[in-house]
């Protein structure tokens, strides 16, 4: 088959022609906006969207990598993550950076935990990590990346990690033990106060991963929802992490990485006095930083306010108990654990709810599919706040239909899935994800 070569064309588009075609392609995207899709998009409405949008625009080409010729940015950022750290329990000691994301916050979370133990316990020669197994796999990456073993702990009946099971877990070479505020798979905290004060004990660092909640819980607590402490209120808790591209609804790539004091934030950065260049430093792992996306989180934290947040929350949680009701009220189908904000899972026992995914995907709508056990997810927005008659009675005409073909072999997507979360071979599904990103990673004509 012949390869097509792609080069820069020799020829330049003209603007309108280049953005009719990017239009064009725009429209096999998910509808995000249509509150269609339940995931990777926290979409706040259009008026939050338009300030976005100007204050990106305003620091589009500003660059984080220096504060000091940046003074505009070392401003919004310093402030972002000091509201973020004094919203979260933070004393005034509380210290922290703008990161790209969860994924970064977390891997800045773990490699300072592991810098700051290789200075107190230089005994410490083969660092391992305690992590529920419902933990966000940016915590395995980090693991991977930064050589640390990690011990995973299995979870309860309600879905919250097994805090004895973790305490066990602890050996003298363990450097580090992480909580979710909620975590992803099932939107259920894990006992934070319960594992910080294991962590506290034996002098462990205890990370919370509030990437999910860092931006809802603290107004879900204000509007009198039985939320469990989480924050640095508890003691023990020694780093979080908060997303604001998720329910601090700024534009992506933006995150907040928190310590519970500057000494412990020391241990993040990196500095090399030796290089040509200059005297080089650097807080996070990029180097040039995106001023548009630092912009915006500080024009949305202040253009919302704790009273736009508050409201955000409310519809948010109205919107959650509308479809949470709504999917127990189908026979079959039932919410795994009891979620503390907007994100959960539910599943079936009688149905197979990837044939179900597989249905309501025929429908326009993008449930993600989930394994150990095989559920589905669903991440509650202000999208979503219009279409909940329209979810759940084309969820209760699929589970009608999957009903009724019950005893055929199942097809389309639920076979793969049900396939890969048994297959005892883990290299094969291992082998099957790589070539899956790769050939994702690569030109469709070819
Ligand atoms: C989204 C998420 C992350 C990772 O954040 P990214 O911004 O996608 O890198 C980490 N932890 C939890 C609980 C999350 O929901």
Redesign the pocket.
């Known amino acids: 088959m012949d390869k097509k070569v792609y080069k820069i064309p020799e020829k330049g588009l003209l603007k309108e022609d280049l953005l009719q075609e990017m239009k064009e392609i725009q429209k096999g995207d998910a509808n995000w906006k249509g509150g269609r899709t339940w995931s990777l998009v926290y979409y706040g409405g259009k008026e939050i969207d338009d300030i976005l949008e100007d204050a990106y625009k305003m620091f589009f080409h500003g660059n984080g990598l220096n504060p000091m010729a940046f003074k505009s940015l070392k401003k919004f950022e310093t402030e972002v993550v000091a509201m973020t750290a004094s919203m979260l329990g933070g004393g005034f000691d509380a210290a922290g950076s703008m990161t790209?994301?969860?994924?970064?916050?977390?891997f800045m979370a773990v490699k300072t935990a592991r810098d700051c133990a290789r200075a107190k316990r230089p005994d410490i020669t083969s660092p391992e990590m305690v992590i529920p197994i419902s933990?966000?796999?940016?915590?395995e990456k980090a693991a991977h990346f930064l050589n640390i073993k990690p011990c995973r702990i299995p979870l309860g009946e309600d879905f919250r990690v097994d805090v004895e099971a973790a305490k066990e877990a602890i050996s003298d070479n363990t450097i580090l033990m992480v909580g979710?505020?909620?975590?992803?798979p099932h939107g259920v905290m894990d006992p934070i106060r319960e594992l910080a004060t294991i962590a506290e004990e034996k002098g462990i660092w205890f990370h919370v991963?509030?990437?999910?909640?860092g931006f809802l819980l603290p107004f879900l607590k204000e509007l009198k929802y039985n939320i469990p402490d989480f924050d640095f209120q508890v003691p023990g808790v020694t780093s979080i992490?908060a997303?604001v591209?998720?329910y601090g609804f700024a534009a992506?790539g933006a995150?907040v990485v928190l310590y519970r004091n500057r000494e412990l934030r020391r241990h993040q950065f990196f500095v090399y006095p030796d290089w040509p260049g200059g005297l080089f430093g650097s807080p996070t792992a990029t180097g040039t930083r995106p001023g548009g996306s630092i912009a915006a989180a500080w024009a949305v934290m202040n253009y919302l306010g704790r009273e736009g947040y508050l409201e955000l929350a409310h519809s948010i949680m109205d919107t959650t108990k509308a479809l949470t009701e709504g999917i127990n009220n189908i026979e079959s189908l039932y919410i795994l654990g009891k979620p503390e904000m907007s994100?959960f899972a539910f599943s079936s026992q009688v149905l197979d709810v990837y044939s179900l995914a597989d249905a309501m995907d025929a429908r326009g709508w993008h449930l993600d599919r989930q394994q150990r056990p095989a559920c589905l997810h669903m991440?509650v927005t202000p999208a979503h706040a219009g279409i909940v008659d329209d979810f759940l009675k084309d969820l209760q005409d699929c589970v009608e239909e999957v009903a009724a073909k019950k005893g055929e072999s199942s097809e389309g997507m639920a076979v793969l899935y049900g396939m890969m979360g048994s297959l005892p071979d883990r290299k094969a599904v291992k082998d099957f994800l790589l070539d899956f990103i790769d050939n994702l990673n690569w030109p469709e004509e070819n």
Not at 100 to 106: F, L, P, T
């Open positions: 790209s994301g969860g994924s970064e916050s977390i933990v966000h796999p940016a915590f979710s505020a909620p975590a992803y991963d509030a990437c999910l909640g992490s997303d591209h998720k992506k995150s994100v991440m």
